[in-house]
């Protein structure tokens, strides 16, 4: 039902119409209600705020015993003393004159009517359309367009992309005074839109982006049965509104004389209005109160802390409880493979601002977009309904940043890789006591299943660095137990990194992570069973080996590489082995080979593919020439080991104990000089001569050779290794390969290797050296 202005009403002192404008009301001096028009809900008067003189135009509740006013036109520009008239000229102009004829406030519009008409609606919208144009809800001007310091149901908070209009609400100075004050609060869109609450041009506090369910830093003001809300998003106009969800219920959202944004419901029974929700709600909330990289926590004293992995940038002030500098991190960013994102949970969500984002890519994606991006400090999910969506970026600081106790949304902030290392494994400190694992979602065993599962860790050892033990779960699955020791930190590191690096990883040639177990100073991994142990307990075993004839071989060639060509292109990142060798190539019951033992493994941006390292760490035999001299390595550094390993596979003899009558060269120079002699088949194991293959094995020889050459740019990559152990086509002459005379006679002083740099195996010896200079 919609209430049309009238001529008439009870209070109207005189009404006049002319042949061009028509006079609505007009008012003398007097301090009661002036209704001009009154429909089902509001009312449109002249009225006198508290014990002000000032006469102002306004909308307020029809039939609430309290006068509340929702709407004020000339805010600014009142009628003091005067009497006025408020008309709507035959152009569709709503205007506001006083006693002298001036006017003093007035609607406009882009448009003109030939029949204009204005209304007030049910809603509480001053409307004036043109009574010949059959769409009702084509506006020439509407007072929602204009709000003063109240939303009411349907109206629309924020930006119209076509018009311009920028819809804020502007508090007033006082309860008697409903002058435009100084405080606002508008929906930003700049990044991802979020409401500023702004006073004077100072942002002093901010919603927090909408989530789908509710703004970021208000997880409280959930769906409630009173209203429902949300973020309108589309090329027209982006902006937010609440609607009533029963419509008997009275609500309003003012942005009150003393900055605060409340909602307001109407209680009959008490005949007055009840504080439902008010913000800010607590010191945490004023806006980056901890600073950059800060966060605050109003269960703690003080409030402000830094996030882990960062420290106060100037502690004099930090201490002096100033915190507005707020944080720096420990350990720079260089964008360095190994780096990684620290998950916080239940956390207000930094400022969006600066923020980049997507609404339909997804978490997965979202991290390796802010991976391959240097200035990405951080991302998290945008809308968290059904699972989550979407996906946000920041670059550079992470402003005002709060912590919940309960509820509140994950981020994922970018740390160095040794900062990440560090936090991971030290007992937490102040942030949060939430349990954080990265971005990891690993199942985690609990210690006494392992105890129990292994026996008191009693079954005997399986492989490998550090004590592997196998178990039994309850329901019989086998499983591989690598227990790493609590008080080295070496062996720390490396869990980490084993964790981080495969925990995601899924491929037929990589052995699979079940779970983990971290326990006081535990540090368990927890592996499918390989019951046939790793390959070197076969090749390089005189009896064994002839359990492994040549057809099984020449798959297990082919699945190293497949494995290998995984983790260099296909996983989600690119990770390069860096410790690829016989030892840790596990065999299944079918004898498929599973890459296994990730300590070592470097995880590398998008488009990196060599870095360099003062830490050499690998296995003697198998490290190419330009990482033990100089310290770089690459994807081609694994594709030297896969070679060296192919020509292991095919002698069943090691590269590094390699000894022949006739020289003084290892394995790699002894298939050089074969191959050079053109009698490359004397290469081949003797154990295995009933499955004589010489095509494939020839093949596998030549490209053994590729693989180990001197340069990493005359290697081929793992992609057009697996094509050319798959097909016939013609394959580049080797050169000659590096390393082939070498014995790998360390060039260093074992005294002065760091103490956490040096680890054995059963199986060949897996060293650090520090560099030699
Ligand atoms: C104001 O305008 C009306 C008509 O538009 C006119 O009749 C009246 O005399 C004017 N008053 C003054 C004070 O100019
Ligand atoms: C309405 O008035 C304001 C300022 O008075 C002006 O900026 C705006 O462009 C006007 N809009 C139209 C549609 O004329
Ligand atoms: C709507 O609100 C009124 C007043 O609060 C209440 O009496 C009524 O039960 C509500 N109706 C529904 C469907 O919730
Ligand atoms: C958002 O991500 C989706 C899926 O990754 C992509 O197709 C789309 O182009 C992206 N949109 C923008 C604006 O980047
Ligand atoms: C990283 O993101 C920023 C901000 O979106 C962009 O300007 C820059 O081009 C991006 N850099 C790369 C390498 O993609």
């Not at 002058?179 to 041009?201: E, V, W, Y």
């Not at 540090?523 to 057809?551: A, C, G, H, Q």
Request: hydrophobic share 35%; with cysteine; charged share 20%.
């Amino acid at each position: 039902m919609q209430a049309f202005i009238v001529l008439y009403s009870i209070f109207t002192i005189f009404v006049i119409s002319t042949a061009l404008d028509i006079l609505l009301a007009t008012q003398s001096i007097s301090n009661s209600e002036t209704i001009v028009s009154s429909g089902e809900n509001f009312e449109l008067g002249f009225f006198n705020p508290g014990n002000s003189s000032s006469r102002y135009i306004g909308i307020w509740y029809k039939k609430l015993s309290t006068r509340t006013v929702v709407w004020v036109a000339n805010r600014d520009m009142p009628l003091q003393h005067t009497s006025g008239a408020l008309k709507l000229s035959d152009q569709g102009i709503l205007a506001l004159s006083d006693d002298a004829n001036n006017t003093i406030w007035s609607s406009n519009s882009s448009r003109s009517a030939t029949n204009p008409i204005a209304q007030l609606l049910d809603t509480g919208n001053l409307v004036v359309r043109d009574g010949n144009d059959n769409d009702s809800q084509s506006f020439l001007w509407q007072s929602f367009d204009h709000p003063s310091d109240t939303a009411l149901p349907g109206m629309k908070l924020g930006k119209n992309w076509v018009t311009g209009l920028n819809l804020l609400l502007t508090a007033s100075k006082s309860s008697d005074n409903p002058s435009s004050a100084d405080c606002t609060i508008h929906l930003d869109i700049n990044g991802l839109p979020q409401f500023l609450m702004r006073k004077g041009p100072a942002v002093i506090y901010r919603t927090g982006h909408w989530n789908g369910l509710y703004f970021s830093g208000l997880p409280n003001l959930k769906p409630n049965p009173f209203y429902k809300n949300g973020l309108v998003s589309n090329p027209v106009e982006t902006y937010y509104f609440y609607q009533l969800v029963n419509h008997s219920v009275v609500t309003t959202l003012v942005l009150t004389p003393d900055g605060k944004l409340q909602r307001f419901i109407w209680i009959d029974r008490a005949q007055s209005w009840s504080v439902y929700a008010t913000i800010p709600v607590d010191g945490c909330e004023t806006y980056a109160m901890c600073g950059a990289f800060g966060s605050c926590n109003i269960s703690n004293s003080p409030v402000c802390g830094c996030l882990r992995g960062f420290v106060p940038k100037s502690p004099q002030d930090w201490n002096a409880a100033d915190w507005s500098n707020g944080c720096v991190r420990k350990m720079p960013l260089y964008c360095r493979n190994g780096e990684g994102f620290l998950k916080y949970s239940g956390i207000k969500l930094p400022d969006t601002r600066q923020s980049w984002y997507n609404r339909t890519m997804d978490l997965e994606e979202c991290n390796n977009m802010c991976l391959k991006n240097c200035s990405c400090t951080a991302y998290a999910t945008l809308d968290i309904r059904g699972g989550g969506s979407g996906c946000i970026l920041w670059f550079g600081e992470l402003i005002d940043i709060r912590e919940f106790n309960e509820n509140g949304q994950d981020i994922y902030i970018r740390m160095a890789a040794s900062e990440l290392r560090k936090i991971l494994y030290t007992p937490k400190q102040s942030f949060t006591n939430r349990r954080e694992n990265g971005d990891l979602e690993l199942p985690s065993f609990d210690f006494a299943t392992i105890n129990y599962a292994t026996d008191n860790f009693s079954i005997n050892n399986v492989r490998g660095f550090g004590p592997v033990y196998k178990g039994i779960l309850e329901g019989g699955q086998q499983i591989a137990v690598k227990r790493l020791s609590a008080y080295s930190t070496q062996g720390i590191d490396e869990f980490m990194n084993e964790l981080f690096c495969i925990a995601k990883l899924q491929h037929r040639n990589l052995v699979k992570l079940l779970g983990c177990c971290i326990h006081d100073e535990e540090r368990i991994l927890i592996y499918e069973y390989m019951p046939n142990k790793s390959l070197d307990t076969f090749i390089f075993d005189p009896e064994r080996s002839i359990l492994v004839d040549w057809p099984k071989r020449f798959l297990i060639i082919n699945g190293i590489a497949r494995g290998l060509q995984y983790l260099h292109y296909d996983s989600r990142l690119r990770i390069i082995h860096r410790d690829l060798k016989a030892g840790n190539v596990l065999l299944d019951k079918e004898m498929n080979p599973k890459i296994s033992d990730f300590g070592m493994a470097k995880i590398f941006g998008g488009d990196e593919t060599e870095a360099q390292t003062s830490r050499v760490a690998g296995t003697y035999g198998y490290m190419p020439p330009e990482y033990v001299i100089d310290g770089l390595f690459s994807i081609k550094s694994d594709v030297f080991s896969f070679g060296v390993l192919v020509l292991e596979i095919l002698s069943g003899k090691r590269n590094r104990r390699f000894y022949h009558p006739d020289h003084m060269l290892n394995l790699l120079g002894h298939a050089w000089r074969l191959y050079k002699e053109d009698r490359p088949l004397e290469l081949i194991d003797g154990s295995f001569r009933e499955s004589f293959n010489p095509t494939e094995m020839l093949r596998s020889i030549h490209v053994g050779l590729l693989c180990v050459q001197k340069s990493p740019e005359h290697r081929p990559t793992m992609c057009t290794v697996v094509l050319m152990l798959s097909s016939d086509t013609v394959l580049p002459q080797p050169k000659e390969p590096g390393f082939l005379n070498e014995r790998y006679v360390p060039r260093v002083d074992f005294s002065q290797r760091k103490q956490d740099g040096c680890s054995t195996s059963n199986n060949g010896l897996t060293i650090t050296l520090q560099e030699g200079r």
